[in-house]
């Protein structure tokens, strides 16, 4: 399965973007998806996840309450709402994907598939 992840942007603190996790090559709707981001001189960490079914959702603490997770099957695209961002939000945000179900990944080395980022940049 192929990932495209679009959606970043440059924007304001406070404000909010709307990044997707279009796949192609196959249907995902079996997959489970997730997020991550890495922002410069540090290492990739876990942002969100969905279940294959679009039930169960998981956050990093640091995003809880403010970015949501979602998937539409028929689109076979996931995205993630970020709202109230913060300037250390700032990092490029990678999409992944694996067929484990029903287990959610929250670990960067349990997906296999991977999109090929998308910037985000938080001004203050």
């Known amino acids: 399965v192929q990932l495209q992840a679009s959606g970043g942007g440059l924007v304001q603190s406070g404000g909010s973007l709307r990044l997707s996790c279009a796949a192609s090559?196959?249907?995902?709707?079996?997959?489970?998806v997730g997020w991550f981001r890495q922002a410069p001189g540090k290492e990739r960490e876990f942002v969100a996840a969905i279940s294959w079914s679009g039930s169960d959702t998981f956050y990093a603490d640091s995003v809880k309450g403010r970015f949501t997770i979602s998937r539409d099957k028929a689109k076979n695209t996931v995205y993630l709402q970020m709202n109230s961002l913060k300037p250390e939000d700032t990092a490029v945000y990678y999409c992944?994907?694996?067929?484990?179900?029903?287990?959610?990944?929250?670990?960067?080395?349990?997906?296999?598939?991977w999109g090929q980022g998308t910037q985000v940049t938080v001004s203050s």
């Open positions: 090559g196959r249907t995902f709707s079996s997959y489970a």
């Open positions: 992944a994907a694996e067929n484990v179900s029903p287990v959610v990944p929250t670990v960067m080395d349990e997906y296999a598939y």
